[in-house]
């Protein structure tokens, strides 16, 4: 083990094929960011009305496999049900890590980075609760290891309260992802602000969630 302490600032979360559905508001269970599997065998990517064929995606997680298996995600190959579960599964996440001598990771989602402006603003507000509430858990038992960036809704005025009535921001978590391409506007539907100089700056979304 290196006597130096290495950080994963920039980890990713691979979202898992069928854990979110289970954290959904009620009536959103078929909504939420899961994978259906056809009668072919084909896997699909369900989120809100979008169905979108999951094969693609496998990619996001073929950086540590064999060449043969990347090529073969590249080419929309191996189905998203093959995909290392350490994507998604924090006990093998923290074995790879222990292989890199990695002690912390900062875990981003991957296929929700960008999803709000594609899906209903109550689907919207609905994935953002479900992907935070199995996030919250994911990190639990990681004993300090592992960190997750929430995702908030960017079309309403105000983050909704997750369904618990606990604070949008979890203490686990270490900001939310908002939308940095949007103007400041003065309202808070956005989390972007102004330097004096007239340069803009991203306001730091958490704190911004934590006080709205």
Known sequence: MSDLLFVDA???????????????????????????????????VVCGERRTEADVFAFAAAGGLPEDQRLAAHRGELRYSDMRSGGWDAGMRMADMDLDDIATSVLYPTFLLSFQSQLAPDVVVAQCQAYNDWLTEHVRASEGRLYGIAVVPTRTRRPRRRRSGASPVDPRWWGCRSDPTRPWTGSRSTTRSTTPSGRRRAMPACRWACTH
């Not at 979360?13 to 959904?24: D, K, Q, T, Y």
Request: glycine share 14%.
């Open 10 to 44: 920039d980890g990713h979360i691979i979202e898992p094929p069928h854990g979110l559905p289970e954290f959904a508001p009620k009536g959103y269970e078929d909504k939420v960011f899961h994978v259906e599997t056809d009668g072919d065998g084909k896997d699909w």
